[in-house]
């Protein structure tokens, strides 16, 4: 368990810390709207906590994904990796790592999540096809559900149960993100879309590959996006269980990612011509309702 009582910092300058947050902001602002407008529903330290986590697991992203990048990518994230050991022991410099480090003492923030973050990257190095259900499923635990679990330190619970519905509700958005990127990753290489499960459907790697869009496609990924609603339901019992000011926040965000299955829906499952996506309208419009819920105690979830 955990509270809502945030730790207090006992080492680097108020303005170093400070412009690190800052850095972390911009690099959130620049990389992600979705994230974004539903961060601006926490109070300022939480923000600023979540800030630098998404900076972090930002720059492990871009380590195996900006197609232009030199250097060696599994070095590169073997050097993240001590580096956040070493910002964990205070003894690291560059604003994602003063972040992270003041977020760590506010909030006791574990390490091994953080970590998960970068197994997860690594898979990517090394994995492109997942046979089973199962095997994705390891995946997303790593790259979306361990993310879940350092924002459930930073909101604050009470209930343990907490725990379940947030790695839950982290599987669910990475299976909306697998649905949503197909045509994306598949051009990269890379099908997340468990084999068997194309098998089942009669739909094969090649047809993946060559944006082959037909019945047996559509029944494929509706399949995928009633399982992805499947752990939404039971994701979104974590927010009854957050601290009140601070649920907007994943709820904003799960309701972006349940909205963008039900434009995949709307779209009769062809995820292929189109990427899809909310507007910028529609975020804000959702994320300023759900943070004026969370202020006013008369307006039920």
Request: glycine share 6%; aromatic share 10%; with cysteine.
């Amino acid at each position: 368990m955990t509270s809502t009582t945030a730790k207090m910092p006992d080492s680097k300058s108020n303005w170093e810390v400070d412009e690190a947050y800052e850095a972390c902001a911009q690099i959130t602002r620049e990389a992600s709207t979705n994230f974004y407008y539903a961060f601006l529903t926490l109070p300022e330290e939480k923000r600023r906590a979540i800030y630098a986590t998404y900076a972090f697991c930002r720059l492990c992203d871009d380590i195996v994904d900006e197609p232009d990048r030199e250097g060696d990518p599994a070095a590169e994230l073997a050097d993240v990796r001590v580096r956040l050991g070493n910002a964990y022991e205070g003894n690291e410099s560059g604003a994602i790592w003063t972040a992270l480090a003041d977020a760590q003492k506010r909030f006791g923030i574990g390490h091994s999540n953080y970590a998960a973050v970068i197994e997860g990257c690594e898979m990517d190095l090394t994995q492109t096809r997942y046979e089973t259900f199962d095997d994705l499923i390891e995946y997303c635990k790593r790259v979306a559900s361990a993310v879940g679990l350092v924002c459930i330190e930073v909101c604050g619970y009470e209930d343990d149960s907490a725990v379940d519905h947030a790695i839950d509700l982290g599987i669910a958005m990475q299976l909306t993100n697998v649905v949503r990127d197909v045509a994306e990753d598949a051009r990269n290489g890379r099908i997340y879309l468990p084999l068997e499960e194309l098998e089942r459907f009669g739909y094969s790697e090649q047809d993946l590959l060559a944006g082959v869009v037909n019945d047996n496609f559509r029944s494929l990924i509706k399949f995928q996006v009633d399982r992805a609603r499947q752990y939404f339901e039971r994701g979104n019992n974590l927010f009854p269980l957050l601290d009140r000011r601070s649920r907007a926040c994943p709820q904003a965000m799960a309701e972006v990612y349940m909205g963008i299955l039900d434009k995949i829906e709307n779209a009769d499952y062809d995820v292929m011509s189109a990427r899809v996506s909310l507007s910028k309208r529609e975020k804000l419009m959702l994320a300023g309702k759900l943070w004026l819920r969370s202020r006013l105690r008369f307006l039920p979830f």
